[in-house]
């Protein structure tokens, strides 16, 4: 079936690098992306990548994709305060409308 | 600002009497989403329209229902809220599909 996994905590301290874990089970999607949501907020995209692409680096952000193994990582480069949130990873399926989410991971930054 | 917006951010309602969440859009989208999140679970689509045609998940309650008189606006309606369905309602839009979809701030539902 369809599914997104993800871990649910992560903590680092600021300055460090972040790397937040995704697993996902279909293998016809075209699309992945993260999302970050912040408090009282709705979810607003960080990045994305193609399904037929290994990384994807923008700015602070890296993001791997491991097609075989279905698993797509972000990683936040010199983590700071301001991107404690919630990260969600998730997946267009189908080469439709739908995309599934993950439950999302919360990121805690200590200073 | 081009943006989504959705209205009022917090509804209480009592078991059983019908409520309407709105959202609107200033980005001219195709697709306009309805999900529900619950506490610390991923958002779970319920339906969508792509323009006037609307495209329901299977596994969405028939109490759910929603409406879009244009292209602006889409309404979800909760004809008979139970405790169950108390939770954050996301409204997002797209250009296309699949798309980046930007999202609202969410109405959050409390029936009591």
């Known amino acids: 079936g369809e599914d997104v996994e993800q871990s649910l905590f992560l903590s680092v301290r600021e300055g460090d690098s972040s790397v937040i874990n995704c697993t996902y089970t279909?293998?016809?999607?075209?699309?992945l992306y993260w999302y970050k949501q912040e408090p009282g907020a709705g979810l607003q995209l960080l990045t994305y990548?193609?399904?037929?692409?290994d990384m994807k680096q923008d700015q602070r952000l890296t993001v791997l994709l491991n097609k075989k193994d279905k698993h797509l990582s972000l990683r936040i480069a010199d983590t700071q305060t301001g991107d404690s949130a919630i990260y969600f990873c998730?997946?267009?399926?189908?080469?439709?409308?739908?995309?599934?989410f993950g439950a999302g991971t919360r990121l805690f930054v200590k200073a | 600002d081009a943006m989504v917006i959705q209205n009022p951010r917090y509804q209480v309602t009592q078991f059983g009497k019908p409520v309407t969440l709105s959202c609107s859009q200033t980005?001219?989208?195709?697709?306009m989403y309805w999900y529900q999140q619950k506490s610390s679970q991923a958002p779970k689509l319920l339906f969508h329209?792509?323009?006037?045609?609307?495209?329901n998940e299977a596994d969405t309650p028939d109490n759910f229902q929603s409406r879009r008189p244009n292209t602006s606006f889409c309404f979800l309606d909760i004809r008979s809220p139970g405790l169950g369905d108390a939770a954050m309602y996301l409204c997002?839009?797209?250009?296309?599909?699949?798309?980046?979809?930007?999202f609202g701030p969410g109405t959050r539902l409390t029936v009591t």
């Open positions: 980005l001219n989208h195709n697709v």
């Open positions: 998730a997946e267009s399926i189908g080469g439709g409308f739908k995309t599934i």
């Open positions: 279909d293998s016809s999607s075209t699309y």
């Open positions: 329209y792509y323009d006037k045609d609307f495209n």
């Open positions: 997002a839009t797209s250009r296309d599909e699949p798309d980046e979809q930007y």
């Open positions: 990548i193609f399904s037929n692409m």
